[in-house]
């Protein structure tokens, strides 16, 4: 499934996947000790394949479900289980913004946040990367609203610093969310009423561009 989508033949890989979902679900129905994790991941895999499609509904739908399993496997060893449920979350967040659910939407973002926010201050390493979308995805949620643009204006400036930290480091791997997390911004300072703060950051934007 993720080989097809990555060629662009994204039927052909929703089928996969959800041929996938089926396989696990009947495993995690005999043993879920043993393959409710791998479920989890085909419905977060499927749920991101069916909103590239637009079928926004069934998107949220197998998102929420792999949400769900990843709460309860979290809640039991969280360590182990965390980091997948933080990024569930951050699907979600968007499959509920897609769809108008904006207060869903704010809560998803904000635990996101949080529990990456507790992961990268353990392992900077492992997580900052994460804790960078999350932090933008938080953002992107308030910004689409527009709602909580003080919160959002934080929130992208701090994804934008771990952005140009992690740049400098691997520019071919980040320098694309760095944009994005710029572009980000600059709707946020538009909507606050900072048109000028907000060119800028544009020009920025095409500056790396122009570097890519």
Do not use: C
Not at 25 to 40: H, M
Not at 51 to 63: K, P, Y
């Amino acid at each position: 499934g993720a080989m097809l989508s990555n060629l662009g033949r994204r039927e052909e890989a929703l089928e996969a996947t959800s041929e996938a979902v089926e396989f696990y679900r009947r495993l995690a129905g005999v043993n879920p000790g043993a393959f409710e994790p791998d479920l989890a991941r085909a419905l977060n895999n499927l749920g991101m394949m069916l909103s590239n499609l637009g079928r926004r509904e069934e998107a949220l739908e197998a998102t929420s479900e792999a949400v769900e399993i990843r709460r309860r496997l979290a809640g039991v060893n969280p360590g182990a289980f965390e980091p997948d449920l933080a990024r569930a979350l951050n699907n979600l967040s968007v499959d509920l913004s897609n769809l108008g659910r904006r207060e869903e939407a704010l809560a998803a973002t904000s635990e996101a946040v949080e529990v990456y926010r507790r992961l990268a201050g353990v392992n900077p390493g492992a997580f900052e990367p994460d804790l960078a979308l999350a932090l933008w995805g938080f953002a992107w949620v308030r910004a689409a609203g527009p709602v909580e643009l003080p919160e959002a204006l934080n929130a992208t400036e701090e994804s934008v610093v771990i952005y140009e930290r992690l740049v400098e480091r691997l520019p071919q791997s980040f320098t694309s969310d760095l944009r994005g997390a710029l572009a980000t911004l600059a709707d946020v300072l538009d909507h606050l009423d900072r048109s000028a703060e907000a060119a800028e950051v544009r020009h920025r934007i095409d500056r790396l561009g122009k570097h890519e």
